[in-house]
């Protein structure tokens, strides 16, 4: 077995071990304590309404991974273009910084609720935008931090080949906050779908994983309720491992790296 291979077997060995764990000891609390499946569903059941409705898990993961993807793409997007600009200005970063982050503190339901309003029903942007400004909010900050958080020897060294504001943005800044950017990303991932789901609560179109475990509760199928959010937990895992594995691809061996130089 290779080093690399090794390296993620053992990475991947103790929540796999503890995963295994935990559904076994729900499934015999379920079972010793005898509680009704109104209360709480056993992972054997939920695990069989999963098999049988994933034609409809699936169509509704598309939804909501859609929505999600959408506004992960965008919103990174975003976060990084502004992020440049605040860097660059700093009269511009203090002014937009408590802006964005009173718009990260606003409520879900609240945003969803004045963006359901300015589209029709049946449209996706409205989840769509709330992502995104989640996602940007993500980025904006670390991005921003890797980009001014900069060694200032290196900075130094540049300007004392006189080297323009371009040319240390291109050689230092930006290499420095690849690492937080993806950092960023794999905060920003899970969270795009957890965003997602959460936003089709509070109206729109009745497709998707949040608004399938709504009404399954309402009509207390908990089972299958829970089974759409096996789905919802499968979505946000593939998200992030996804992003992992582009931090890997894009600095192989940086995380390792950086570890030492933190110590």
């Known amino acids: 077995m290779s080093s690399r291979a090794a390296s993620i077997a053992r990475s991947a060995l103790p929540p796999a071990v503890f995963g295994v764990g935990f559904i076994a000891l729900w499934e015999l609390v379920v079972k010793g304590f005898d509680l009704k499946p109104y209360f709480l569903a056993p992972p054997s059941k939920i695990w069989q309404k999963f098999t049988e409705n994933f034609d409809l898990i699936w169509g509704a993961t598309k939804v909501s991974g859609t929505n999600a993807l959408v506004g992960l793409l965008v919103g990174t997007a975003f976060g990084i273009v502004m992020s ?4 660059r200005y ?5 002014l937009v910084t408590p802006l964005a982050i009173a718009l990260n503190a606003i409520p879900i339901f609240v945003l969803v609720a004045v963006l359901n309003n300015m589209f029709a029903i049946t449209s996706e942007v409205p989840r769509r935008i709330m992502v995104t400004l989640v996602v940007y909010f993500i980025v ?11 060694s200032p020897t290196h900075v130094e060294l540049m300007r004392s080949y006189a080297a323009s504001d371009v040319a240390i943005l291109r050689k230092v800044r930006v290499p420095n906050a690849v690492p937080y950017l993806f950092t960023a990303l794999k905060i920003a ?5 957890i965003t997602a789901f959460v936003s089709e609560y509070f109206g729109g179109s009745q497709n998707g994983l949040g608004s399938r475990i709504a ?7 908990n089972a299958v309720a829970w089974a759409y959010v096996l789905g919802a937990c499968l979505l946000g895992l593939t998200f992030y491992v996804i992003s992992s594995l582009l931090e890997g691809a894009a ?3 940086g995380g390792s790296k950086r570890a030492k130089k933190s110590r």
């Open 90 to 94: 700093r009269v511009l970063s203090d």
């Open 251 to 253: 600095t192989p061996g």
């Open 84 to 87: 440049l600009v605040l860097s």
């Open 215 to 221: 009404s399954n509760i309402a009509n207390s199928k």
């Open 189 to 193: 991932a899970p969270a795009s779908v």
């Open 140 to 150: 904006l900050v670390n991005v921003a931090r890797g980009l001014t958080q900069v």
